[in-house]
């Protein structure tokens, strides 16, 4: 729950910054596809008030080295094709659920026994979720 406790607290951009939010969007999921992240989904939180960002993308690593190495490469391709750097990251020294905030975008990489004890999806169970499957 300690991840969850950094939503509150940080700003959320008020002006719609919808084309940026996009473009991370987008390479977000293809870094995660590129390291084979699995059960792969996004939440689209825009029309929940209470949420925190616009996107929550979810996925699952099943080890520690597959969980930092979609981190990182989170990171990097974010930074690399669009200059971003997140906001905030939390728990990889833990390596059990990783969390990277872009604001409107907020990224959890997730062991699936932890993906299956919180059950993120069904807290936001309002919110249109989408699956992305592995591109072959």
């Known amino acids: 729950m300690e991840q969850l406790s950094a939503l509150k607290n940080r700003p959320k951009s008020t002006v719609n910054q919808l084309t940026r939010s996009s473009k991370i969007f987008k390479t977000i999921i293809q870094a ?7 059960n792969i989904i996004s939440l ?3 029309k929940i008030h209470e949420a925190a960002a616009d996107f929550f993308i979810i ?16 990171e990097y391709e974010v930074k690399h094709k669009l200059g971003e750097m997140p906001y905030k990251s939390e728990g990889k020294n833990a390596a059990q659920w990783l969390l990277i905030d872009y604001i409107n975008v907020v990224v959890h990489i997730m062991h699936p026994e932890s993906r299956n004890f919180y059950q993120l999806e069904e807290m936001w169970s309002d919110a ?3 699956m992305h499957d592995l591109e072959n």
């Not at 995660?32 to 699995?38: H, V, W």
């Open 32 to 38: 995660i596809q590129d390291k084979k992240g699995e």
């Open 59 to 74: 996925c699952e690593a099943n080890n520690t080295t597959q969980l930092k190495a979609i981190a990182d490469n989170i």
């Open 44 to 46: 689209d939180l825009k």
């Open 128 to 130: 249109d979720t989408k």
